[in-house]
């Protein structure tokens, strides 16, 4: 039994605009769902889940639309003007429900739809008790190139111990809300480089391929005939 209790902040308050489109990526349909749908269900799926929060931009009600939405366990609150102030703004709204420091919280991008709940549940247990967490991620398998401004390459990056970030990420909600507070103003990318800046070394679990962010048009193809196998299973 875990000892302090677990939840979860989607972060949703994006707009997509290298995707386009009429609505945020997030909206898109994809497999017969949309996209926030696939996202949000694995998490949901989390028997030990006490409480989601949903962190949207300001204005956005499409989400309520969601069968989800509808549960007691999830929540929603406006974000900020960067992901960093959205996912703060998460983990104050978690607070107001009853949170505290040393409850856990893990972070996921709404426009992650192909995590597996198997990957969120290794991701809880290879990172539960550890004070500096731990994320979804899986080792660079491709030869990484370094570009100038004219697209030319400046140099080759070695790829060993390189590793692509994805999310879920798992922290103490605590020290995750020291990080992004004292991360003001900085570009922060994801919550495991705000841990980093406050010398946490946070665990890397291995993730899946599939478990991509959705955001070129190409994507919605793979992750169509992905999502949709899945759901054959």
Same mark, same amino acid.
């Not at 929603?76 to 996912?87: L, Q, Y």
């Not at 570009?147 to 990056?157: G, K, Q």
């Not at 994801?190 to 800046?197: F, H, I």
């Given at each position: 039994m875990r000892a302090n209790r677990l939840w979860?902040?989607? /972060? /949703?308050?994006?707009?997509?605009?290298?995707?386009?489109?009429?609505? %945020?990526?997030q909206y898109? $349909?994809?497999?017969?769902?949309?996209?926030? +749908?696939?996202?949000?269900? /694995?998490l949901l799926a989390l028997r030990e889940l006490t409480g989601l929060m949903l962190v949207h931009a300001p204005g956005d009600k499409r989400w309520q639309a969601a069968d989800w939405a509808t549960l007691a366990s999830v929540h929603?609150?406006?974000?900020? #003007? $960067?992901?960093? +102030?959205?996912?703060l703004c998460g983990l104050r709204a978690l607070r107001?429900?009853?949170?505290?420091?040393?409850?856990?919280?893990?972070?996921?991008?709404?426009? @992650?739809?192909?995590?597996?709940?198997?990957?969120i549940r290794r991701l809880i247990e290879q990172v539960d008790g550890n004070p500096d967490g731990g994320l979804l991620a899986i080792p660079v398998r491709d030869t990484l190139? @370094? /570009?100038?401004?004219? +697209?030319?390459?400046? !140099? $080759?990056? %070695?790829?060993?111990q390189l590793w692509q970030a994805m999310t879920p990420q798992l922290f103490p909600l605590g020290r995750l809300e020291q990080a992004l507070s004292a991360c003001a103003g900085a570009a922060i990318t994801?919550?495991?480089?705000?841990?980093?800046?406050?010398?946490?070394? %946070?665990?890397?679990?291995?993730?899946?391929?599939?478990?991509?962010?959705?955001?070129?048009?190409? +994507?919605?193809?793979?992750?169509?005939? $992905?999502?949709?196998? #899945? !759901?054959?299973?």
């Open positions: 979860a902040v989607v /972060a /949703a308050a994006g707009v997509g605009q290298r995707m386009g489109g009429d609505a %945020p990526k898109h $349909t994809i497999a017969g769902r949309m996209v926030i +749908d696939w996202s949000v269900a /694995a929603g609150c406006e974000g900020g #003007r $960067t992901r960093a +102030d959205s996912v107001a429900l009853g949170a505290d420091d040393a409850d856990s919280v893990l972070v996921h991008d709404a426009a @992650r739809p192909g995590v597996k709940l198997s990957d190139k @370094r /570009a100038h401004a004219t +697209d030319c390459v400046s !140099e $080759t990056l %070695p790829r060993e994801d919550e495991s480089l705000a841990m980093e800046r406050i010398g946490a070394k %946070p665990r890397l679990i291995m993730g899946a391929p599939e478990n991509i962010k959705y955001t070129y048009p190409a +994507d919605q193809a793979w992750l169509s005939f $992905t999502l949709g196998k #899945r !759901e054959q299973e």
